[in-house]
């Protein structure tokens, strides 16, 4: 952006989802978009849930 910050778009097609938001540093962009994706779920992988050690 112009005013030295990011723009970001989070968008899933699936979920009829469609976010932009700002931020000012990469570290914060990393955070959000990593805690985004841990909340998707794809029916067609593993949990990857591990129970029995």
Do not use: C, K
Request: aromatic share 8%; proline share 4%; charged share 30%.
């Amino acid at each position: 952006m112009d005013e030295g910050g990011y723009e970001v778009v989070r968008r899933d097609a699936g979920r009829l989802e469609h976010d932009v938001t700002t931020s000012a540093g990469i570290n914060d962009i990393a955070r959000d978009l990593t805690i985004w994706m841990a909340a998707r779920h794809f029916p067609e992988q593993p949990t990857g849930q591990v129970t029995d050690f």
